[in-house]
């Protein structure tokens, strides 16, 4: 009788663990890319756009639809900009032109690691109004081996489960 309570109790404790450990790739599908030395999981239901520009110049677009230039985003977005290390350029006019979106607001400056580099995370105070309403966020990596920046809009719109999964995405990035 022993044995037959000490099975049971074994078996709800395994059912129990297994029930625990939510496995954090459910849901999501992987990108790779070898020669831009980038990976990252996102959202089974959404779609990654290689938009690249040229002259080292990477733009990836992670969003809900497919990303078309004339038509802009429609839902919510990670922009991933990858840079020749160094060139800052580019990433000093975006963040120049999030200084002036913000008009004169202050940013909010903390670090994070993205990928096991260091981050400079820039967020907006709450622009807008209505559903249009949300912050601006800016990660920004320049080391030795690359110059980067990741850019989110969260809208009070997109709710938080989009935010987490933008989140989520960002969380996931590794380089090579």
């Known amino acids: ?3 037959k309570e000490a099975f049971i109790l074994y078996l709800v404790l395994v059912m ?3 029930g625990c450990s939510s496995n954090s790739l459910e849901g999501m599908q992987k990108y790779q890319n070898d020669k831009q030395g980038i990976e990252f999981n996102f959202p089974e239901d959404w779609t990654v756009t290689d938009k ?3 002259q080292g110049i990477t733009w990836l677009v992670v969003s809900e639809d497919e990303y078309i ?3 802009g985003h429609t839902g919510p977005f990670i922009n991933i900009y990858g840079f020749k290390p160094g ?3 580019i ?3 975006k963040l120049e032109s999030l200084r002036e979106i913000s ?3 202050d940013l909010t400056e903390t670090t994070s690691k993205i990928g096991g580099k260091e981050a400079i995370k820039f967020v907006t105070e709450e622009l807008g109004e209505g559903n249009e309403k949300g912050r601006i966020v800016f990660y920004i990596i320049d080391d030795k ?3 980067m920046l990741i850019e989110t809009i969260e809208l009070a719109e997109d709710h938080d489960n989009s935010i987490k999964k933008m989140d989520n995405t960002i969380k996931s990035i590794k380089f090579k």
Do not use: A, P, T, Y
């Open 1 to 3: 009788m022993l044995r």
């Open 87 to 89: 060139d800052m350029s």
């Open 16 to 18: 129990f663990v297994s």
């Open 52 to 54: 690249s520009m040229g």
């Open 69 to 71: 230039v004339l038509e």
């Open 145 to 147: 081996d690359m110059s």
């Open 103 to 105: 008009d004169g607001k």
């Open 91 to 93: 990433i000093s006019e």
